[in-house]
């Protein structure tokens, strides 16, 4: 199987995935998509992380490889990777733009390699995963990520492909993240309780309902 034939297949995976002819499913994704809704998330990890550690400049370090999670996973991405690669978005794909369900107008930038939604959510998702140790907590944060994968493809603005060079990405900068914060504390890593899991997970569900009961009366 040829390169071109490879590029054929993500686009007719990209538009079994893309769009459908609800309007409840539409307005569900662009809210799973905002990053603006995870917010409750992200602070219910980071009380996790604040309740565990026993020092402020462990604490400030942790968050720090958080941050460079994003940092590496989508900025490279955003500022290098995608206008070097320069592939074209479905929504302005030449070959099957027009094919495209667009959703309340949005088409995002002209390039889409690789998705930073999927690389900034799976490299925080590994990085909390390495950090934690915690099953149920990685569970639902993977949860997390391949819902964010999907809105994207849903969306139209992301083919498959993007979406699997982004989590491999994520998960290689969640993994250097982690290796910077056991370099730094190779001896002093605190344990977490697996009780405290409970509020991520929570977080998480109660957003998801949320996002549900948002799309429902809109």
Excluded at 8 to 21: A, H, M, P, T, V
């Amino acid at each position: 199987m040829d390169w071109q034939t490879l590029i054929e297949y993500d686009k007719e995976l990209l538009l079994w995935f893309n769009g459908s002819q609800s309007l409840y499913l539409d307005s569900l994704v662009r809210t799973l998509t905002n990053a603006l809704t995870w917010v409750p998330l992200y602070l219910s990890l980071f009380y996790v992380v604040l309740k565990n550690n026993d020092t402020v400049q462990k604490i400030f370090f942790i968050v720090a490889c958080a941050g460079l999670c994003v940092l590496l996973a989508g900025t490279i991405d955003d500022e290098i990777v995608k206008p070097t690669v320069a592939r074209w978005r479905p929504t302005h794909d030449p070959q099957i733009g027009l094919l495209v369900d667009i959703v309340d107008g949005y088409r995002g930038g002209n390039y889409g390699f690789f998705s930073a939604h999927a690389s900034n959510t799976f490299s925080l998702t590994i990085f909390f995963w390495w950090l934690i140790r915690s099953r149920l907590l990685t569970s639902a944060m993977v949860l997390w990520s391949l819902t964010n994968c999907w809105t994207r493809m849903y969306l139209g603005v992301h083919f498959p492909g993007d979406i699997i060079v982004g989590l491999c990405w994520g998960a290689i900068c969640g993994s250097l993240a982690y290796l910077l914060y056991r370099r730094v504390y190779r001896s002093d890593e605190a344990r977490y309780a697996p009780q405290d899991m409970n509020i991520p997970v929570s977080v998480l569900v109660f957003t998801l309902i949320y996002a549900l009961l948002k799309s429902t009366f809109a």
